[in-house]
């Protein structure tokens, strides 16, 4: 079976020293676009403690610092987009290498988890949506914000483009799919919209 995760690592690993400074669909565009909707959405919002999973660079939590005084956690599979994101010595933060299904975390310990640009690459969605549920906080918000599509385009991608690719990309799902298995999870959903083309997020509530 092909290793999902260490792929995702390899090619993220690769990519890490100049992520941040290449603005292209093979790099860092679409997170950007992902982590800027984000920040937007939580701009108004009130909140303590912040998860963002599959952190990257950190490029969110940089945002997010800008407006928001709270104690961040980032958490990345690739030990080298880790690196930069330390290396920013970003304050009230801690970076650390770890995976989305196995959340080094209290239950009920975040008032809001991130997840931008990331889901795709996961092998284990539910188990990473189940996670993203248990250490929030009665009440707390779950934003996901990806890349997909539905339909046939989708079944394209996922079984027959993303086994060729060595990137790391598993499983697409346009919002609407994203908002059914939220539901499944336990999330009251309270918003899902296009961002631009094939870009979207989820919102939704514990």
Same mark, same amino acid.
């Given at each position: 079976?092909?290793?999902?995760?260490?792929?995702?690592? %390899?090619? *993220?690993?690769?990519? +890490?020293d100049k992520?941040d400074?290449?603005n292209?669909?093979?790099?860092?565009k !679409? =997170?950007?676009?992902?982590?800027?909707d984000?920040?937007?959405y939580l701009k108004?919002?009130e909140?303590?403690?912040?998860?963002d999973?599959g952190?990257?660079? @950190?490029?969110?939590?940089?945002?997010?610092?800008k407006?928001h005084?709270?104690?961040y956690y980032g958490?990345?599979?690739?030990?080298e987009?880790?690196?930069v994101?330390?290396?920013?010595?970003?304050?009230?933060?801690? *970076?650390i290498? @770890?995976? +989305?299904?196995?959340? /080094?975390? !209290?239950?009920?310990?975040?008032?809001v988890?991130t997840?931008?640009?990331?889901?795709?690459h996961y /092998?284990?969605?539910?188990?990473?949506?189940?996670?993203?549920?248990?250490v929030? %906080?009665?009440? &707390?918000?779950?934003i996901?914000?990806d890349?997909?599509?539905g =339909?046939? /385009?989708?079944?394209?991608d996922?079984y027959i483009? *993303?086994p060729?690719?060595?990137? &790391?990309?598993? %499983?697409?799902?346009?919002?609407n799919e994203?908002a059914?298995?939220?539901e499944t999870? =336990?999330?009251k959903?309270?918003?899902?919209y296009?961002?631009k083309r *094939?870009?979207y997020?989820v919102? &939704?509530?514990?």
């Amino acid at each position: 079976m092909k290793d999902y995760e260490e792929l995702s690592r %390899k090619h *993220f690993d690769k990519q +890490a020293d100049k992520y941040d400074q290449t603005n292209t669909t093979y790099y860092s565009k !679409e =997170g950007k676009i992902s982590c800027r909707d984000i920040a937007d959405y939580l701009k108004d919002k009130e909140f303590k403690k912040l998860l963002d999973v599959g952190t990257g660079t @950190g490029y969110l939590i940089e945002l997010l610092i800008k407006e928001h005084d709270a104690q961040y956690y980032g958490l990345d599979l690739s030990r080298e987009m880790i690196k930069v994101a330390k290396g920013k010595n970003i304050k009230n933060t801690e *970076f650390i290498e @770890g995976v +989305a299904n196995k959340l /080094p975390y !209290e239950n009920e310990s975040f008032d809001v988890v991130t997840c931008s640009q990331s889901f795709h690459h996961y /092998p284990y969605q539910e188990d990473a949506l189940s996670e993203a549920y248990r250490v929030l %906080k009665k009440d &707390g918000i779950y934003i996901l914000s990806d890349t997909g599509v539905g =339909g046939i /385009p989708a079944l394209i991608d996922n079984y027959i483009i *993303f086994p060729l690719l060595k990137s &790391g990309d598993c %499983k697409t799902h346009n919002k609407n799919e994203i908002a059914k298995m939220m539901e499944t999870t =336990g999330f009251k959903i309270e918003k899902k919209y296009n961002i631009k083309r *094939f870009l979207y997020t989820v919102i &939704g509530r514990k």
